[in-house]
């Protein structure tokens, strides 16, 4: 089942003007829908509260650093 989504589709200040980037937006459990803000019409990837924290300190933590 896919979540439904809640919030509107937000992308990351630090965004360029090219718009290569995600989009997230709020699920109505509490997770997070992510999507390509170049084909907001395609696919979403969903994350649970619980994922979505996760993914959150590993990025903060430099996980994804490269």
Do not use: Q
Not at 35 to 46: C, M
């Amino acid at each position: 089942m896919t979540p439904k989504v809640i919030g509107p589709f937000r992308k990351s200040s630090y965004s360029g003007a090219e718009n290569n980037c995600v989009e997230v937006a709020a699920t109505a459990g509490g997770g997070r829908a992510v999507r390509d803000s170049k084909d907001p019409a395609g696919p979403s990837l969903y994350f649970t509260p619980t994922e979505w924290t996760a993914f959150l300190a590993s990025t903060r933590n430099g996980e994804f650093a490269h």
